[in-house]
C-alpha cells in the first residue's frame, strides 16, 4: 500500500490564481481531511469528509473548497489564491471503528505552498 | 470547546536525559489521545495512543497515560537520543466525522 500520497510537493502561486491539491488513499478508508499547518498554530482543519458524497467545514474553511466522489481521492480546491494561505498542506485518511470513533488518522507527506 | 495545550517549547536536552512533555486537554465526551511525530521536512506519525482513562500507550521508549482526573496526557521517555530529534504534537479526537484537534507542536532538540 502507498498509503496517503499528496501532489504537488511544492508549489508557488500567484494572488489570485487558482489551483487543486491532490489527496489519494489506498486504504479504503472512509474519513478523510484536510489540514494546514502554520509556525506557532498547531495543525489546523480546514474541511473533513466522512464518506463518499459527504463533506463538512473544518476550523478554517474560508477560501478552499473540497470534494468527494470517491472513497480514494479528496482534493482540495483554492480559488483565488491569497498571501494568507500560505502554509504546509496535509491529507489525513482513517477507518471508522464501531458507530462513535475513528481509528488512527494517517498523514500524507504534505504540500508546501507559498502565495505570492 | 474541544482543545489542546502543550508545553511551549522548544526543548533542548542532552543524550540520555529523561524527557517530559505537559499535554491537558478540554474536551465534552470521552476523547482518544495521541501524540503525533513530526520529523524534519515530514509529516506527521503517530507515535503512541490511548483511547480511554488509565490506557497507558508506548512505543519506541515513549509512553504516555490518559489521566481523566488531571485531564492530561504527558510524553515522556526515560532516555533520549539524538534520534528523537522532532516535532511533537498532542491531539484528541472525541466524535465520529470530526477529525484531530492538535496542541501547538513542542519542538525537541537532542544533543550528543
Known amino acids: 500500500n502507498a498509503g496517503v500520497t499528496q501532489t504537488p510537493k511544492f508549489q508557488v502561486l500567484k494572488t489570485g490564481q487558482s489551483m487543486t491539491l491532490q489527496c489519494a488513499q489506498d486504504?479504503?478508508?472512509?474519513?478523510m481531511s484536510w489540514y494546514r499547518q502554520d509556525p506557532g498554530m498547531g495543525l489546523r482543519l480546514i474541511h473533513y469528509?466522512?464518506?463518499?458524497?459527504?463533506?463538512d467545514q473544518g476550523e478554517v474553511p474560508n477560501g478552499y473548497n473540497v470534494s468527494r466522489s470517491t472513497t480514494e481521492d479528496f482534493p482540495l480546491r483554492l480559488l483565488s489564491a491569497a498571501p494568507s494561505q500560505t502554509s504546509v498542506y496535509f491529507c489525513?485518511?482513517?477507518?471508522?471503528?464501531?458507530?462513535?470513533?475513528?481509528?488512527?488518522?494517517?498523514f500524507g507527506p504534505g504540500t508546501r505552498l507559498t502565495v505570492l | 470547546g474541544n482543545s489542546v495545550t502543550q508545553m511551549e517549547g522548544p526543548v533542548t536536552l542532552s543524550e540520555e536525559a529523561f524527557l517530559t512533555i505537559n499535554c491537558t486537554y478540554t474536551?465534552?465526551?470521552?476523547?482518544?489521545l495521541f501524540w503525533y511525530v513530526q520529523y524534519p521536512g515530514e509529516g506527521l506519525q503517530l507515535l503512541l495512543k490511548?483511547?480511554?482513562?488509565?490506557d497507558k500507550g508506548s512505543n519506541k521508549g515513549f509512553e504516555a497515560t490518559y489521566r481523566k482526573e488531571t485531564t492530561s496526557f504527558h510524553l515522556e521517555k526515560g532516555s533520549v537520543q539524538v534520534s528523537d530529534s522532532a516535532v511533537y504534537f498532542c491531539?484528541?479526537?472525541?466524535?465520529?466525522?470530526?477529525?484531530?484537534?492538535f496542541g501547538k507542536g513542542t519542538s525537541l532538540l537532542v544533543t550528543p
Open positions: 489525513a485518511s482513517s477507518q471508522r471503528r464501531g458507530l462513535r470513533r475513528t481509528d488512527t488518522q494517517y
Open positions: 491531539a484528541l479526537s472525541v466524535s465520529i466525522g470530526y477529525a484531530l484537534n
Open positions: 490511548a483511547t480511554k482513562a488509565d
Open positions: 486504504m479504503n478508508h472512509e474519513y
Open positions: 469528509s466522512v464518506g463518499a458524497g459527504i463533506t
Open positions: 474536551a465534552t465526551g470521552y476523547p482518544s
